[in-house]
């Protein structure tokens, strides 16, 4: 009985400290985040770059002023009020869904013609299990390189 308590502590141990180092990593990913998307706020000239510390959608946020194309929300909008409808809600919800991923697509890719660097890097976050390393890569080197 007491080796089985001791195992299932282990167990147990071993998910806490599993959990700790995944909240670690998505702070520190966060905070930087969080920073490049403010330099290149910066470097776009926008009134509010501290809106990039706005958890979950700042960097979204920083990427739709910089791309300059403010009636495309509108049209998220519409499917989001739609989605509530019985029956075709779940089909206009994954429409939206699609939707707001094609359109934070381009909002990024046109941030990162804003700041001077080539637009299809946005298309690296699409690599399997390698792309969203490399697309950190690219949002640093958009926010802190000297051109």
Do not use: C
């Not at 739709?64 to 029956?87: A, G, N, R």
């Not at 690599?127 to 949002?139: H, R």
Request: charged fraction near 5%; aromatic fraction near 16%; proline fraction near 5%.
């Amino acid at each position: 009985m007491a080796g089985e308590e001791l195992i299932g502590a282990g167990i147990i141990a071993m998910l806490m400290g599993m959990i700790v180092f995944v909240l670690i990593v998505f702070a520190a990913v966060y905070v930087y985040m969080s920073m490049a998307f403010m330099a290149i706020a910066k470097k776009a000239r926008l009134d509010s770059p501290g809106l990039a510390w706005i958890p979950g959608v700042g960097p979204l946020i920083i990427a739709y002023q910089t791309s300059k194309m403010h009636w495309w929300p509108w049209l998220l909008l519409i499917s989001l009020i739609v989605m509530w409808v019985p029956v075709i809600g779940v089909l206009v919800y994954f429409v939206g869904m699609i939707t707001f991923a094609v359109f934070a697509m381009i909002w990024q890719w046109k941030m990162f013609e804003t700041v001077g660097k080539p637009g299809w890097w946005v298309l690296l976050v699409l690599i399997p299990f390698v792309g969203g390393l490399i697309y950190l890569v690219m949002i640093g080197i958009a926010a802190w390189s000297k051109n």
